[in-house]
T-cell receptor, first 111, second 114 residues
């Protein structure tokens, strides 16, 4: 059974730092991996989606990488800002229509 | 504006009193899904629907029912709620559920069952 783990559970950094969030999964047979941002009261917003055949995706200050063989993905945030404070979730699709989420990393960027 | 809406946003109820949480999307998406989020457990999929009248169980379907009579709506029904169903619920949709697609999430419904 697929399990998705995110470490650390919480992270505080000063503004301007570059940071890396980690996501690991136990079964490498995935269709895709998505990173989401969750803000209180606003649901989840998709940040990046990486197909199983891809190694990375970039959007602005965000870069997500995927290493299927080792069961790992990282989300790199460059030059962090207080507005980046949120919970970041990764989710893997191991079959059509079904998604397994990690428990998230709660990020706080200090001004 | 493209969006997924849920109602109500907050609900307090008592054990055994049937309730329905509505979900609606205005993007003509075929795929819709319900999740619950609990501390330390992340989001877990309850049910999903690939199209009108086509639904299937996710990982935690016990105690829940769904229906998909119209493409835009996917209500979640708790026929006899229990305290262990106290949770934050999210509805999501995507164009067809394919692995290349992003999911769009509603704002969540916080449910407390006493």
């Amino acid at each position: 059974k697929q399990e998705v783990t995110q470490i650390p559970a919480a992270l505080s950094v000063p503004e301007g730092e570059n940071l890396v969030l980690n996501c690991s999964f136990t079964d490498s047979a995935i269709y895709n991996l998505q990173w989401f941002r969750q803000d209180p009261g606003k649901g989840l917003t998709s940040l990046l989606l990486i197909q199983s055949s891809q190694r990375e995706q970039t959007s602005g200050r965000l870069n997500a990488s995927l290493d299927k063989s080792s069961g790992r993905s990282t989300l790199y945030i460059a030059a962090s800002q207080p507005g980046d404070s949120a919970t970041y979730l990764c989710a893997v699709s191991s079959g059509t229509y079904k998604y397994i989420f990690g428990t998230g990393t709660r990020l706080k960027v200090l001004a | 504006e493209a969006q997924v809406t849920q109602n109500p946003r907050y609900l307090i109820t008592v054990t055994g009193k049937k309730l329905t949480v509505t979900c609606s999307q205005n993007m003509n998406h075929e795929y819709m899904s319900w999740y619950r989020q609990d501390p330390g457990l992340g989001l877990r999929q309850i049910y999903y629907s690939m199209n009108v009248e086509v639904t299937d169980k996710g990982d935690v379907p016990e105690g829940y029912k769904v229906s998909r009579k119209e493409k835009r709506n996917f209500p979640l029904i708790l026929e006899s709620p229990s305290p262990n169903q106290t949770s934050l619920y999210f509805c999501a949709s995507s164009r067809s559920g394919g692995s290349w697609e992003t999911q769009y999430f509603g704002p969540g419904t916080r449910l407390l069952v006493l």
